[in-house]
């Protein structure tokens, strides 16, 4: 067999080989592989290894040796981390040859169990003048030392394996990017389908976990006594801690320009807060801008794997999230103020009525009973004061008929008492009395209560539709139907009234608030409606999840 490391030939042929592998494969670490044992067969040295650089080019991230089997580089232990003189090849990425390297001064010797080495070559693996490892012979055959020529062939296959990390890392690169943007997006999506903060806000600290591999993401917002309080967490534990108000988390949120944070090289500060309260060593600070208001930040803090930094990469994802965050929740916001600005408009709405009625009725009904006392003291004959406490009575009982009836209106007691069917029963026949309209109620609910919310929410539907029944469809028939089934309730109100048109309704009608009750329990609402003078009534038909 002609030995290729005197073998010009075989040499270039090799160095061909090498050149075709790196083409053609796409696994890196067995394209490495391929070239460390290439380069011993090539320069005739009985061991040789490639040593990769971390992103940082600190320090050695990965070892691929030729010529220790797996029991000596067990008994070995742990590979190299890049110092005597292959730190120096690491700092100052330069050929390095030698005579006997246990001789250099720069050695810090070899650990217990690995064979002896002597002859050495070491040349950086380089690219566009970009360090990427180095890649180290030792033991030529024969004694002799290595020569030009093996620096020469070694320096070309080192330049081969530059290419092939560097496409590689910019390949993983990509890839690991393109599946960021595809979460980001799917993410997103989920973000503008959540509309309640809380949950929003818990959503937010879970996937951006997923999305950075931390330990720990939290969500902080201002509180209402100033500092940043915690809103959100990944784990649920630090919901509640406020945040120094001088610490990086606020300067952050004042600044709007993200952080990264390093505990170790900056002992003692206190705006590391959540960082070093889950013992981490390393996090991120990102603000949650929307439009030109700071809402808050997102705290990131470790790392799941053994690299407990982040880096530029992690600090760009954490943003592009951090920005569609801020969207939904400066939407969440927006939908809960204008829910709050509807409720209290409701309730306003409610008040003047119950004003009104108080007014109208009760107070003319008082009235009215005032002046019929004020006849009892002036009456003459017997006859007369009889007649006049018997008026009192009845005024008596018709104010309090009405009073009782605003009671219920604002809250029945039946329906706290007895439960949902009894309760819209008793409405039924309180509107049949005092209405006209012949109203059905059926109901197959079972003997289970239903949770209050929802019990609260179907009496509050069914009474607005009878309502219009009575005042805008001008029915003289009604019907209520409530079913439960597979873990929803169903409730169906229709009358034979002359109908209108949903998608005109104003809030007169009542719908906006029927549609903000059933929304708030993720329910469904449905009304079907002709609007036309002859038509055939009005269904509406409410589903509820029972959790």
Sequence with gaps: ??????????????????????????????????????????TGARYSALGVLNAERTELEQFITHGIGDEERAAIGALPRGRGVLGVLVRDARSVRLHDLAADPRSVGMPPNHPPMHTFLGVPVLLRGVAYGNLYLAEKAGGGDFTEGDEEVVSLLAAQAAVAIANARLYEAATRRSRQLESLNEIATALAGEVELPRLLDLVARDLRELLGARVVAVALPSD?????????????????????????ARVLVTRRSEIVEIDHELGVADEGLVAKVGAKAGLVVPLVAGDRALGVIVAAGRIDAEERFGPDDLQLAEDYAKRAAVAVDASRRVERDALRRAVAAQELERSRLARELHDETGQSLTSILLTLRAIDDAETAEERTSAVAMVREQLVDTLQSVRRLAVELRPAALDDFGLQPALERLAATVEERTGLDVQVESALGNERLPPPVETAVYRIVQEALTNAVKHSEARHASVVLRRKNGRVTVIVEDDGRGFDPAAATQGIGLVGMRERVQLLDGRLVVESSGQPNGHGTTLVAELPLT
Excluded: C, K, N, W
């Excluded at 696994?27 to 044992?37: G, I, N």
């Excluded at 940043?228 to 988390?249: H, K, P, W």
């Design 1 to 42: 067999m002609v030995d290729s490391a005197h073998d010009p030939a075989r040499r270039e042929r090799a160095l061909i080989e090498a050149g075709i592998a790196l083409s053609s494969e796409l696994d890196l670490e067995v394209l490495l592989t391929l070239l460390v044992s290439t380069a011993a067969e090539l």
């Design 225 to 249: 006594a100033g500092p940043l309080e915690v809103a959100a967490s990944s784990d649920g534990a630090l919901v509640g801690e406020t945040l120094d108000v001088l610490g990086r988390a």
